[in-house]
């Protein structure tokens, strides 16, 4: 393809830095920045991004995607200027470099390995091979999440399928910290995941989990969360929240409180079945599911990250056009710079993004 070199970097854990992976005949080259780089200037804006200067093998910066998923960027260097259709063959190939690197992560500790940029916990390594990937994008909708401290998480997590016209989600908070968190979660998720492709409906889903909880863990140990089910067609959304944060709806630049709704006991504790709450969205609101330790997250001085931040970050990002993953990359980043970086709980998020008419910027 006339490239003289071709180095491909991969994101760390956290979203904040691109790290290169080694390999015969590749240049050697060092970790960069997100911030400050033209390599994160790619990432950022999911777009290509050329070298200002003009001598040769001056480099262009291309993303490297995984249909939605940014997993990191190509840095490739050209003898001469590429042309239109030379630049669309390099998209393809890292197209295929992308679907290379997901399949062969799911059997090789190679990439897991050069994405860290320090230790994982072992709550941490669990909860990372739990996840669904971080971004889901289809004509109609637009899923991201979000997780910190990522190299210390322990009892956040959050999952998430599409099939056909129902798109399912949960935000999950287990009680305490490190291992024994992330192990009730992953009876959780498990126990979700079971529910869910045995095709059962949000309340029984809900007792599924319960029943899970309290015969593994007694009444010693819980989980708070949100179960929420939206049709994609008719923009119906259902949802059953389990001693957790309330959903946040955004439309437009303004909150929409969800009506009324009694919340059920937390998950492990329930005695009786959850009711579901039930509203119509409108094409383009945004859905935000989140932990605790996002709104609680406490600066040096004593102030709150709040709910207040929390959508005004949201709504300025939609406003200056920022697309969703990165928007909550950002604000995760974010809500660790409040704290000045030392997160005191998990925080967890996942924004859903219905009929917003951004999807096919994400899709192209």
């Not at 909860?127 to 637009?142: F, S, T």
């Not at 929409?256 to 009694?262: D, E, G, M, Q």
């Not at 119509?280 to 932990?291: A, H, S």
Request: charged content about 20%.
């Amino acid at each position: 393809m006339g490239a003289a070199y071709l180095v491909i970097y991969v994101a760390d854990y956290e979203q904040a830095a691109l790290l290169p992976l080694p390999g015969a005949g590749v240049p050697g080259r060092q970790a960069l920045s997100m911030e400050g780089t033209l390599g994160g200037l790619a990432y950022r804006r999911v777009d290509t991004v050329r070298a200002a200067r003009a001598e040769p093998l001056a480099p262009l910066w291309i993303p490297v995607l995984d249909g939605v998923e940014r997993l990191g960027v190509a840095e490739v260097g050209f003898t001469a200027p590429p042309s239109e259709e030379l630049l669309a063959d390099i998209s393809a190939l890292l197209a295929l470099t992308a679907e290379l690197i997901v399949v062969n992560g799911a059997y090789s500790d190679f990439f897991a390995r050069v994405r860290r940029r320090k230790l994982l916990s072992l709550a941490a390594e669990i909860q990372w091979d739990l996840l669904p990937p971080l971004a889901y994008g289809a004509d109609r909708i637009v899923i991201t999440g979000g997780l910190e401290p990522a190299y210390d998480i322990g009892g956040d997590t959050f999952d998430y399928a599409v099939n056909g016209d129902v798109a399912d989600l949960m935000v999950l908070d287990a009680v305490g910290h490190g291992l024994p968190a992330a192990v009730l979660a992953s009876v959780a998720v498990g126990a979700y995941r079971h529910a869910r492709r045995n095709l059962l409906d949000l309340p029984d889903m809900c007792h599924e989990i319960n029943e899970a909880l309290a015969q593994q863990f007694g009444n010693s140990q819980f989980a708070t969360g949100v179960l929420a089910r939206l049709d994609l067609e008719t923009g119906r959304l259902r949802w059953i929240n389990a001693g957790h944060p309330p959903p946040l709806i955004l439309r437009g630049s303004s909150l929409v409180r969800p009506p009324a709704c009694s919340p059920a006991r937390p998950l492990g504790l329930q005695e009786t079945k959850a009711v579901c709450c039930d509203l119509r969205l409108e094409p383009g609101d945004r859905l935000l599911l989140y932990t605790d330790g996002i709104t609680e997250a406490r600066s040096p001085d004593g102030q709150y990250f709040g709910e207040a931040r929390l959508i005004d970050f949201v709504t300025t990002a939609a406003t200056h056009g920022d697309p969703a993953p990165e928007t909550v990359r950002r604000l995760m980043r974010r809500v660790l710079a409040h704290q000045a970086d030392r997160l005191q709980d998990d925080a967890s998020l996942v924004m859903l993004e219905w009929r917003a008419g951004t999807e096919a910027q994400l899709l192209a």
